[in-house]
């Protein structure tokens, strides 16, 4: 579920974050089970974990609202809403709020974006264009801010596709994964190398959520991992020491494409992200 977005996915996905409704299971590598996404609404509350630092803020508040629908025929959809409010402790508060809507097809082959951010109520920047995929390049087009066209690198990787090979390597048995992603945030133009960090498989029934994935019979039997992934900036300058990443989201998947117990972490503060609804929706059946 980038510096404006709290959220990419991910959830970036961030960006940032992360989910998608297969009614047709997309196989996993080996001949394993299938990864079966199911579409879903959740709802999660903002509030300041820890703060220091050059630009530590003294409070946070807000709510994300991700709506995940589609199939495997039709694509995949997605409707996002951030909602921020950003105390800095000295008189100055800072209201964000950042609508998007993306499209991705079932072979993370074409993919389409629009978002809109505002901060005080005052529209920032606005961003509409669509990518597709051939064998040798991602072809980008804008249509806002301005009419552009660009070519990005061919192993460029969609939102979902993202969320679709980390439970495909976290059901595998691996802990790292590296690639870049690209999913149309900011100006449209901005491109991120990410660093996903798979960690111990949690079983069913071990570490039961107190949010609102408890009790939900669609959970009850899956297994899920803490998950975090860094994002860097493709086109920083590399100096003599480590890259920091721009930022870093932290959170609880299921296999099922479904997350939980976010933690965003922008080096100088964190924002935690308590999941307070969740509705899990029947997949919609391929024609």
């Given at each position: 579920?980038?510096?404006?977005?709290?959220?990419?996915?991910?959830?970036?996905?961030?960006?940032?974050?992360?989910?998608?409704?297969?009614?047709?299971?997309?196989?996993?590598?080996?001949?394993?089970?299938?990864?079966?996404?199911?579409?879903?609404?959740?709802?999660?509350?903002?509030?300041?974990?820890q703060?220091?630092?050059?630009?530590?803020?003294?409070?946070?508040?807000?709510?994300?609202?991700?709506d995940?629908?589609?199939?495997?025929?039709?694509?995949?959809?997605?409707?996002?809403?951030?909602?921020?409010?950003?105390?800095?402790?000295?008189g100055?508060?800072?209201?964000?709020?950042?609508?998007?809507?993306?499209?991705?097809?079932?072979?993370?082959?074409?993919?389409?974006?629009?978002?809109?951010n505002?901060?005080?109520?005052?529209?920032?920047?606005?961003?509409?264009?669509?990518?597709?995929?051939?064998?040798?390049?991602?072809?980008?087009?804008?249509?806002?801010?301005?009419d552009?066209?660009?070519?990005?690198?061919?192993?460029?990787?969609?939102?979902?596709?993202?969320?679709?090979?980390?439970?495909?390597?976290?059901?595998?048995?691996?802990?790292?994964?590296?690639?870049?992603?690209?999913?149309?945030?900011?100006?449209?133009?901005?491109?991120?190398?990410?660093?996903?960090?798979?960690?111990?498989?949690?079983?069913?029934?071990?570490?039961?959520?107190?949010?609102?994935?408890?009790?939900?019979?669609?959970?009850?039997?899956?297994?899920?991992?803490?998950?975090?992934?860094?994002?860097?900036?493709?086109?920083?300058?590399?100096?003599?020491?480590?890259?920091?990443?721009?930022?870093?989201?932290?959170?609880e998947?299921?296999?099922?494409?479904?997350?939980?117990?976010?933690?965003?972490?922008?080096?100088?503060?964190?924002?935690?992200?308590?999941?307070?609804?969740?509705d899990?929706?029947?997949?919609?059946?391929?024609?």
């Open positions: 579920m980038a510096a404006t977005m709290l959220l990419r996915f991910v959830l970036g996905p961030a960006t940032i974050l992360v989910a998608a409704a297969l009614s047709v299971p997309v196989l996993a590598a080996g001949g394993a089970a299938p990864i079966a996404l199911v579409p879903h609404r959740a709802v999660y509350d903002l509030k300041l974990g703060s220091h630092g050059q630009r530590a803020v003294e409070a946070v508040r807000g709510r994300i609202l991700y995940f629908s589609g199939s495997a025929c039709d694509g995949y959809a997605l409707n996002f809403r951030q909602v921020s409010e950003l105390d800095n402790g000295e100055k508060v800072s209201v964000s709020d950042l609508r998007a809507a993306t499209w991705e097809d079932a072979s993370a082959k074409s993919f389409r974006f629009n978002s809109q505002f901060v005080n109520q005052d529209k920032v920047d606005s961003v509409d264009g669509r990518a597709e995929r051939s064998t040798d390049k991602l072809a980008v087009k804008l249509s806002k801010p301005k552009e066209t660009f070519d990005l690198e061919a192993d460029m990787v969609f939102p979902t596709e993202h969320i679709r090979r980390t439970i495909e390597a976290a059901r595998a048995g691996q802990t790292i994964l590296d690639f870049p992603v690209y999913d149309g945030s900011e100006t449209g133009q901005k491109v991120y190398n990410t660093l996903t960090v798979i960690g111990r498989e949690i079983h069913p029934g071990e570490k039961s959520p107190t949010d609102a994935a408890a009790g939900k019979a669609a959970l009850k039997n899956l297994r899920r991992w803490p998950v975090t992934i860094s994002y860097f900036d493709k086109n920083a300058k590399e100096g003599s020491g480590e890259q920091t990443p721009v930022y870093s989201i932290g959170f998947l299921y296999e099922n494409g479904i997350s939980r117990a976010l933690m965003l972490d922008y080096g100088d503060f964190t924002v935690i992200g308590n999941m307070t609804q969740l899990i929706k029947d997949p919609t059946p391929c024609k």
